[in-house]
């Protein structure tokens, strides 16, 4: 089996997956695939959505329970960091909260950026200024 026919088959299933990830609510993507020149196994990922249409991953559980435990207790005026929150570093960037990961010890803060993931450390997380 060849890898790009692999990856052609995996955009062919997520778009057959998008009617019933819309009847389900929830978001349905293709992980991981192991194969070999006979078979292909790919992992799901399912995601059920939130009334905001969100989908709450296990990182931003974790931030919700042990945000606390990691030091971020920073206060932003009458808010106190949490998922979703938008932050700036000096750099103008901004960043939004997406959750904590607990076997990361040194870099356990994800906050995106256009569509992208960063890792920080809490330091860098009690130094940025809320923007929301």
Avoid: H
């Avoid at 995996?10 to 609510?25: E, F, P, T, W």
């Avoid at 249409?53 to 808010?79: C, S």
């Avoid at 040194?106 to 009690?126: H, M, Q």
């Amino acid at each position: 089996m060849e890898v790009e026919t692999i990856k052609q088959m995996r955009v062919d299933i997520n778009s057959a997956l998008k009617g019933v990830a819309k009847q389900y609510n929830a978001d349905i993507t293709t992980a991981n695939a192991r194969y070999d020149s006979n078979n292909i196994t790919f992992q799901l990922k399912v995601g059920i959505k939130d009334e905001a249409g969100q989908v709450r991953t296990p990182e931003m559980a974790d931030f919700e329970r042990f945000a606390t435990i990691y030091g971020i207790t920073k206060q932003l005026g009458d808010k106190v960091i949490a998922n979703g929150m938008a932050l700036t570093l000096a750099t103008r960037k901004v960043f939004t909260i997406a959750g904590l990961k607990t076997n990361s010890p040194k870099y356990p803060v994800l906050a995106t950026s256009n569509g992208r993931t960063y890792k920080f450390t809490v330091d860098n997380i009690n130094k940025m200024k809320c923007i929301k």
